[in-house]
Nanobody, 125 residues
Framework: VQLQASGGGLVRPGGSLRLSCVVS????????IGWFRQAPGKEREAVSC????????HYSNFAKNRFTISSDKAKNTVYLEMNNLRPEDTAVYYC???????????????????WGQGTLVTVSS
């Protein structure tokens, strides 16, 4: 099982980025998968999670109406579209999964066992 995140970078406040997470060793037709982030000096927190078998999503409050999680099953890829970015969104973003968990809410409220490497998002003028 591998997860490979990419797409981070430097963006100005109000800008947008799309993160990608390419997965291998499993298919996006059953487990929940999600995005988490860790800002400097802070705990890792959930951003958004997706149930890949029924496409039900869960968002943390700060992500609602700004971020969108989606998947392309043919490409084994999960995306996080981030709009109206703020300086407080600066963090390392990780994709993660638990192959035994199908609930997006459950994954976002757990400590997933499988993680990709992070991708740094910096929001600054």
């Amino acid at each position: 099982v591998q997860l490979q995140a990419s797409g981070g970078g430097l963006v100005r406040p109000g800008g947008s980025l799309r993160l990608s997470c390419v997965v291998s060793g499993f298919t996006l037709d059953r487990p929940a998968i999600g995005w988490f982030r860790q800002a400097p000096g802070k705990e890792r927190e959930a951003v958004s999670c997706l149930s890949t078998w029924n496409d039900i999503t869960h968002y943390s409050n700060f992500a609602k109406n700004r971020f969108t999680i989606s998947s392309d099953k043919a490409k084994n890829t999960v995306y996080l579209e981030m709009n109206n970015l703020r300086p407080e969104d600066t963090a390392v973003y990780y994709c993660a999964t638990d192959l035994g968990l199908t609930s997006s809410y459950g994954l976002c409220h757990s400590r997933p066992p499988k993680w990709g490497q992070g991708t740094l998002v910096t929001v600054s003028s």
